[in-house]
T-cell receptor
Framework: AQKITQTQPGMFVQEKEAVTLDCTYD???????LFWYKQPSSGEMIFLIY??????QNATEGRYSLNFQKARKSANLVISASQLGDSAMYFC????????????FGAGTRLAVHP | DVKVTQSSRYLVKRTGEKVFLECVQD?????MFWYRQDPGLGLRLIYF???????EKGDIPEGYSVSREKKERFSLILESASTNQTSMYLC??????????????FGPGTRLTVL
């Protein structure tokens, strides 16, 4: 069965510094996709970034980038120049096999950005 | 802008009551999903639907049912609410088909408390 592991229940970072949130995945599918979502205290889930297993380059979206290491089955999220508004829960997710864009989520990492 | 709305942000019900959680999306998405979110467990898929009147069980369907009579609306039903169904419930929707993935768009969530 597919599984997503986020080993850091909580992280903190100083404002303006970079932070890496860990995510490892376990899938036997040859083709897969990985997502990162942000959940502020207001509750809504916000899509941040996507990495496909066949993408040649690591995905980047503004201050977010994915450190995708296929051999290690890891897809860590890097947030550069942290801002106070980055304080939130962050979830890593993987597309489940069988279609319909179903996702399986990790347990999440709570990030606190300190001034 | 894609919009996914949920009927209530907060709901308090009594054990044994029948509970309806409503979700509406305005982007003509084929796929709709219901998750529950619990601390330390991330999001877990309860049910999803890929077309009107079509539904499939997710990872934790026990104690829940769903209804999709119209494409834009996906309802989650707790036939007889129990205290262990106290949780945050999140609805999401996504397009199907090409490209190879489509992100899920989430509603604001319903925090349900069963007394």
């Amino acid at each position: 069965a597919q599984k997503i592991t986020q080993t850091q229940p909580g992280m903190f970072v100083q404002e303006k510094e970079a932070v890496t949130l860990d995510c490892t995945y376990d899938t036997s599918d040859p083709s897969y996709g990985l997502f990162w979502y942000k959940q502020p205290s207001s509750g809504e889930m916000i899509f941040l970034i996507y990495q496909g297993s066949y993408d040649q380059q690591n995905a980047t979206e503004g201050r977010y980038s994915l450190n995708f290491q296929k051999a290690r089955k890891s897809a860590n999220l890097v947030i550069s120049a942290s801002q106070l508004g980055d304080s939130a829960m962050y979830f890593c997710a993987s597309l489940l096999s069988g279609g319909y864009n179903k996702l399986i989520f990790g347990a999440g990492t709570r990030l606190a950005v300190h001034p | 802008d894609v919009k996914v709305t949920q009927s209530s942000r907060y709901l308090v019900k009594r054990t044994g009551e029948k509970v309806f959680l409503e979700c509406v999306q305005d982007m003509d998405h084929e796929n709709m999903f219901w998750y529950r979110q619990d601390p330390g467990l991330g999001l877990r898929l309860i049910y999803f639907s890929y077309d009107v009147k079509m539904k499939e069980k997710g990872d934790i369907p026990e104690g829940y049912s769903v209804s999709r009579e119209k494409k834009e609306r996906f309802s989650l039903i707790l036939e007889s609410a129990s205290t262990n169904q106290t949780s945050m419930y999140l609805c999401a929707s996504s397009l199907d088909g090409q490209p190879s993935y489509n992100e899920q768009f989430f509603g604001p969530g319903t925090r349900l408390t069963v007394l």
